[in-house]
């Protein structure tokens, strides 16, 4: 199974790396920056498009497609997290209902008010994903609440494919100036 998706790994990168490094590059930066990792993939896609103007959709995709499966293993971390959570609970739950009392009591008017919001709009609140802070957060979120995996993975795509479309033609817009090297 190992070498198996070693091979794969391999073949992806292989198959994203049109111009040698750029797009596998984009790739795993716009994958990484999914995750709660404070990494920001906007200026490695942008600098790949200026200085290859003919990229600009295979790089908005690629991005897109990174950023994207980093959403969904953000997701898969928040509902890990509640398994884990409710076994926990199972186990050690037996006579606690004064400890989940005080937890909902503790968790606050933010935490109902975010609860009640993304169970109100269900899968299409991961279309917002892709806005800083809240966005990486929002995945694991849905994952924690068992949103519906795959209408939740098409609203994160949606918004995060938008979101490189318009900021990166906006920055060739704004920096239309050549790069010299």
Same mark, same amino acid.
């Given at each position: 199974?190992?070498?198996w998706? #070693? ?12 111009? #040698? ?16 990792l ?24 690629v ?16 509902l ?6 409710? #076994?926990w ?14 937890? #909902?009591k ?19 609140a991961?279309?917002?994903s892709?806005?800083?802070?809240v ?5 694991v ?36 100036e050549?790069?010299?090297?």
């Amino acid at each position: 199974m190992e070498a198996w998706l #070693r091979s794969s790994i391999h073949w992806l990168l292989a198959a994203l790396a049109l111009p #040698r490094v750029g797009l596998s590059a984009i790739f795993i930066v716009s994958l990484v920056s999914a995750t709660i990792l404070p990494l920001g993939s906007e200026p490695a896609v942008f600098g790949y498009v200026k200085l290859s103007p003919h990229m600009f959709w295979p790089a908005v995709l690629v991005a897109t497609l990174g950023n994207t499966l980093g959403g969904a293993v953000s997701y898969a971390m928040g509902l890990g997290a509640e398994k884990g959570y409710e #076994r926990w609970r199972e186990k050690h739950g037996h006579g606690h209902a004064d400890v989940e009392a005080q937890r #909902r009591k503790s968790a606050g008017r933010w935490h109902r008010q975010i609860s009640d919001w993304v169970h109100r709009f269900g899968p299409a609140a991961l279309f917002f994903s892709w806005l800083p802070v809240v966005g990486d957060p929002l995945c694991v979120v849905a994952g924690w609440l068992k949103l519906p995996f795959w209408p939740s993975v098409f609203f994160m795509a949606l918004g995060k494919f938008l979101r490189y479309l318009i900021m990166t033609a906006a920055l060739l817009w704004f920096f239309p100036e050549a790069v010299h090297g």
